[in-house]
């Protein structure tokens, strides 16, 4: 069963929230709080266990979501992840075929990249946005240095983004961001501490709501 990806949750919410290696029961023991925060888009990286029926299981089962595949690395992971259900797909770096393969079957694409010309590259082969990556290493100036001369591109930052940065990079000109590990905190999770883990993805949605009305 797939699960159509609905432009205007993501819009509303426009962070990716990236998982690798968590177990379904986990995840959903920590899903009713991410929704009830308000995040709309779900990450499942094609090399975590059990990737495809993790994907498959979330689409049928939290349709209010856009459950996504991410680590798409070639055209046999699209099929794969096509397949289990992923709505919308990440991969973390460049792919002609992948990306216009998912422009063909009209599902939207977000590549990684990290220089001007790889984020260039990505946008004329159709992607719906580009993931910058990694962030960390580039930062809200880099973003807003890209988009000087492209203004058209949609920016995703993706690595280290956390709720001390979602600020500036709205305001450098990001459209929306990937959080992995600073949205989905390790410690909480290995405690199985969903209540607190609830309250930070409060404030990360705060957060990003903030810096969108700016």
């Not at 709720?163 to 909480?188: C, D, P, Q, R």
């Amino acid at each position: 069963m797939k699960n159509e990806f609905k432009a205007d949750k993501f819009d509303e919410m426009p962070v990716i929230g990236i998982l690798r290696n968590v177990p379904l029961p986990d995840i959903e023991a920590i899903l009713p709080f991410y929704i009830k925060a308000g995040f709309t888009n779900l990450e499942v990286t094609m090399n975590s266990n059990g990737a495809e029926e993790t994907i498959r299981h979330l689409s049928e089962n939290f349709p209010s979501l856009n459950i996504g595949a991410g680590t798409v690395c070639d055209k046999n992971d699209l099929k794969r992840a096509v397949k289990a259900g992923a709505s919308f797909v990440v991969t973390p770096v460049v792919d002609e075929k992948v990306i216009k393969k998912c422009v063909k079957w009209g599902i939207p694409i977000f590549p990684g990249a990290f220089s001007p010309l790889e984020i260039y590259t990505a946008s004329k082969y159709g992607a719906t946005g580009v993931k910058v990556f990694p962030a960390n290493h580039l930062g809200p100036s880099y973003i807003k240095d890209v988009l000087a001369p492209f203004q058209y591109l949609k920016l995703y930052p993706t690595g280290g983004v956390n709720l001390e940065n979602i600020s500036a990079y709205f305001k450098a000109g990001a459209k929306g961001l990937g959080m992995g590990g600073t949205l989905f905190l390790a410690s909480l999770l290995e405690t199985k501490d969903y209540e607190n883990l609830g309250l930070h993805f409060e404030k990360v949605a705060l957060a990003v709501n903030n810096a969108k009305s700016r």
